[in-house]
Nanobody, 119 residues
Framework: QVQLAESGGGLVQAGGSLRLSCAASGRRFSANDMGWYRQAPGKQRELVATITSGGTTNYADSVKGRSTISRDNAKNTVSLQMNSLKPEDTAVYYC?????????????WGQGTQVTVSS
């Protein structure tokens, strides 16, 4: 059974930095895609950043230039370094990992970690 364990959330002042980490377990091979999504109160879950096993990254415009996603395929971990945080970055951040097997994509989600940015 796949499990994603997130860490690194917390309370930070505007302009500060946080690093989120996520470790996936339960699969023999590293995930095809890993990423971070977030959901603010009253809003839909949205993409923050993703990274493929080959290292191709994708960022939401709202975090581009302020965040860096990275992964360790051998350890099946993904991290998100967020700098210059803004109050609007406040949300629950979810780690996601996707495996593609015989053309079928299956995505697993972590429990979420709260990030609160105070003004």
């Amino acid at each position: 059974q796949v499990q994603l364990a997130e860490s690194g959330g917390g309370l930070v002042q505007a302009g500060g930095s946080l690093r989120l980490s996520c470790a996936a377990s339960g699969r023999r091979f590293s995930a095809n895609d890993m990423g971070w999504y977030r959901q603010a109160p009253g809003k839909q879950r949205e993409l923050v950043a993703t990274i493929t096993s080959g290292g191709t990254t994708n960022y939401a415009d709202s975090v581009k230039g302020r965040s860096t996603i990275s992964r360790d395929n051998a350890k099946n971990t993904v991290s998100l370094q967020m700098n210059s945080l803004k109050p609007e970055d406040t949300a629950v951040y979810y780690c996601a990992a996707t495996w593609v097997v015989l053309g079928t994509r299956t995505t697993y989600w972590g429990q979420g970690t709260q990030v609160t940015v105070s003004s």
